[in-house]
């Protein structure tokens, strides 16, 4: 169709199995399967029904869905929980080794928990990223149901139980940094260059200069480290993480600035400067 001429009608018209095409300088015909042999497309019934923006839903899903697990593995790792709690609407996901968290206020829904297969995920938000109309969930036993005036979605539930993972969210810490986002964003990746097969990277907060500083190392290729002014409050720590982990969350902190919570054996945690909505763990990682 996109070779068409633009201009002029194009006729549509099917013969057994056989679709033509039509318009006023071309006649095509293309082969088609029978209709009954495409699949049924699976509906719920007698759901529970819940209305969310498609902004708000495709934000939450945004924010998160890349931290879940690509191994099929442990299905609940592989998916994106989606939960109510005290009028707040989350967005969780996690494959153990990081965990994304967004955090929706004041949204009118009651006792929602489902989790989504993450591949599915990723298809719900580019359909529905440049819609801006209410969404309908329906909500049955391992299915869900996605849909507006013109578009139905439906997807397959995980049943099972998703981790809890505020057992693992520190209470408090040792060390607070605050730092650029791009700088910081920046030094990764000229760190990312000489960085060893498992991606470590050592962080060492220093409070007395108020900065970070950051070193990346492979036998092969060499040595990196470089420097970062940060605000920093807390005592002095080191301590190595998966720097691949950390570029990921960029993409879900819109501030300029972002701060890094760290203590030790324990996750970091990073959020912005100016919004507590979102919150995302990086695990620790040994010498």
């Not at 015909?29 to 923006?53: A, H, L, M, N, Y």
């Not at 730092?179 to 060492?204: C, G, P, W």
Request: net charge negative; glycine share 2%; hydrophobic share 35%.
């Amino acid at each position: 169709l996109s070779n068409l001429p633009e201009e002029g009608a194009v006729t549509l018209e099917t013969e057994e199995n056989t679709l033509l095409v039509s318009s006023e300088t071309t006649d095509t015909e293309i082969k088609v399967q029978p209709t009954d042999e495409f699949p049924s497309i699976p509906s719920v019934e007698d759901g529970k029904e819940v209305t969310v923006s498609s902004d708000n839903l495709v934000s939450g899903f945004d924010s998160v869905w890349y931290a879940a697990s690509p191994s099929s593995m442990k299905p609940e790792l592989s998916s994106v929980s989606v939960y109510t709690q005290d009028d707040n609407l989350y967005f969780v996901a996690t494959d153990s080794f990081r965990l994304a968290e967004k955090k929706l206020s004041d949204i009118d829904i009651a006792d929602l928990s489902i989790l989504i297969p993450h591949q599915n995920v990723s298809e719900i938000i580019r359909i529905f990223r440049d819609t801006d109309d209410d969404l309908t969930l329906l909500v049955g036993e391992n299915q869900l149901v996605i849909e507006n005036e013109s578009i139905y979605v439906s997807s397959r539930l995980i049943d099972g139980s998703f981790p809890d993972y505020t057992k693992i969210i520190p209470d408090a810490c040792s060390v607070e940094a605050g730092v650029a986002k791009q700088e910081l964003a920046d030094t990764l990746r000229l760190a990312d260059i000489f960085s060893d097969k498992f991606n470590q990277l050592t962080i060492s907060a220093e409070p007395d200069n108020d900065q970070l500083t950051l070193t990346t190392s492979n036998a092969d290729i060499g040595e990196n480290t470089s420097h970062i002014s940060a605000n920093i409050a807390g005592e002095k720590l080191t301590s190595q993480f998966n720097h691949s982990y950390i570029t990921d969350a960029f993409q879900s902190l819109p501030d300029n600035t972002v701060t890094l919570s760290l203590s030790e054996d324990a996750p970091m945690v990073i959020q912005s400067q100016d919004d507590d909505s979102f919150q995302y763990l990086v695990m620790p990682m040994s010498n």
